[in-house]
């Protein structure tokens, strides 16, 4: 379970890591407390579970605790992909001379605690592996030894510090590994942590991964589980489908329990992890697939879309109809992937094709596509 920004950085500071003096508001009145508590130029921040906020327009700085209130309520009145904002993180603006990545997570294949280290900071981590496979380094934690402090001087190398910031980078490093072990995270990530105009280490953003079978262990945590998707499925539910939300971020369409559970398997198959399924049923119409269509765009995890339908009493002509409506109406949220195959299907297809949607006949070539598109994001 992802934790908010503000739930991490709160955490972060128990265990000594500098954040950025504020709070979270959850009205614009409070925003403005919180700006004028904190002074000065101020940033105020969407809170929402969703990677890429700063570009989705979530990250605002305002001048005055006036100009906060005003950030504030176009923030808490608006969406970020798709995801309804309702606090924000009112916080000192802090001045950066650099932004750095730091987290710590676990590597599955070598079964330890590995510390990822770099100096681009700011930009999403998948990204930065894409980008710069050579600007990150690796710190691997023996979990029978635990932290140790050569780690922060080979950290302090890779992020190009000064020698002068060694004990600091070394409680940071060792807190964020007490963070993980006490609170069993699968992710301590703070990205960007920065390197201040004056001279100090700050973690700007910061993010807390709970591992979902830990939950037991956090009672307070797993009061919480589940709360940013509850409304999602709530809506699902409203709207008649068949919904089950999952941990991965491909979104599945399908039609049928059988074909759904193949698309799942499939996906595990090839590597990727599915983010939730919708099942639309047999015959379902144009309006109920746009309506299917829409939902899953706006889902907050997933990554991509794939559309698996057998057309047997579904018509695939009906079900491209509906995905070319959803797109026209909230389209460019997240890419989509058809497979169709079936009644109607040349037509189908040709409609697709018409607005420049490819799909795929084979399933096998479909899951590939959804489970590449997942890890472009
Ligand atoms: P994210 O987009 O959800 O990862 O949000 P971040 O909290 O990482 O902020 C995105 C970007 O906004 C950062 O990489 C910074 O460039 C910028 N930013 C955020 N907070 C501050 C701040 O206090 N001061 C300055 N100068 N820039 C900030
Ligand atoms: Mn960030």
């Known amino acids: 379970m992802k934790l908010y920004e503000y739930e991490a950085k709160n955490i972060a500071k128990q265990y000594g890591v500098p954040v950025p003096r504020g709070r979270v508001a959850f009205t614009p009145l409070e925003a403005r407390q919180v700006a004028s508590e904190v002074g000065g130029e101020v940033v105020v921040k969407a809170q929402v579970l969703v990677g890429g906020r700063g570009l989705a327009g979530g990250v605002k700085f305002a001048s005055s605790p006036e100009e906060a209130v005003e950030v504030a309520s176009r923030l808490l009145s608006s969406e970020i992909r798709g995801v309804k904002v309702s606090a924000v993180l009112v916080e000192e603006k802090i001045c950066i001379s650099r932004e750095l990545y730091l987290s710590l997570t676990i590597d599955r294949a070598a079964r330890k605690p590995v510390f990822l280290v770099s100096e681009m900071g700011g930009v999403e981590i998948e990204d930065l592996a894409r980008r710069y496979p050579g600007k990150i380094k690796r710190i691997y934690i023996d979990p029978e030894v635990g932290y140790t402090s050569y780690m922060a001087r080979i950290a302090l190398t890779a992020l190009n510090l000064p020698w002068s910031l060694i004990g600091d980078l070394d409680s940071l490093l060792k807190s964020m590994y007490r963070i993980m072990v006490e609170y069993d995270a699968e992710l301590v990530e703070f990205n960007p942590l920065v390197l201040t105009c004056d001279g100090r280490v700050v973690a700007v953003d910061a993010k807390i991964i709970v591992d979902d079978n830990s939950l037991q262990r956090h009672p307070e945590l797993q009061k919480l589980h589940g709360r940013e998707y509850l409304d999602f499925e709530r809506r699902a539910k409203e709207l008649g489908f068949s919904y089950v939300e999952l941990d991965g971020d491909i979104g599945v369409i399908s039609n049928g329990a059988g074909l759904t559970m193949a698309t799942m398997d499939s996906i595990l198959y090839y590597g990727g992890?599915?983010?939730?399924?919708?099942?639309?049923?047999?015959?379902?119409?144009?309006?109920?697939?746009?309506?299917?269509?829409?939902?899953?765009?706006?889902?907050?995890?997933?990554?991509?879309?794939?559309?698996?339908?057998?057309?047997g009493i579904t018509r695939c002509d009906e079900v491209a109809l509906g995905i070319v409506d959803a797109l026209g109406e909230v389209g460019g949220l997240k890419p989509i992937i058809v497979r169709m195959l079936g009644t109607n299907e040349e037509e189908g297809r040709r409609i697709l094709r018409e607005h420049n949607i490819d799909s795929y006949v084979e399933m096998d070539e479909a899951v590939k596509a959804a489970v590449e598109a997942s890890r472009r994001g």
């Open 273 to 311: 992890r599915p983010a939730n399924f919708l099942d639309i049923g047999g015959g379902a119409t144009r309006d109920r697939v746009k309506e299917a269509v829409k939902l899953m765009l706006q889902h907050p995890r997933s990554r991509v879309l794939l559309v698996n339908i057998f057309g």
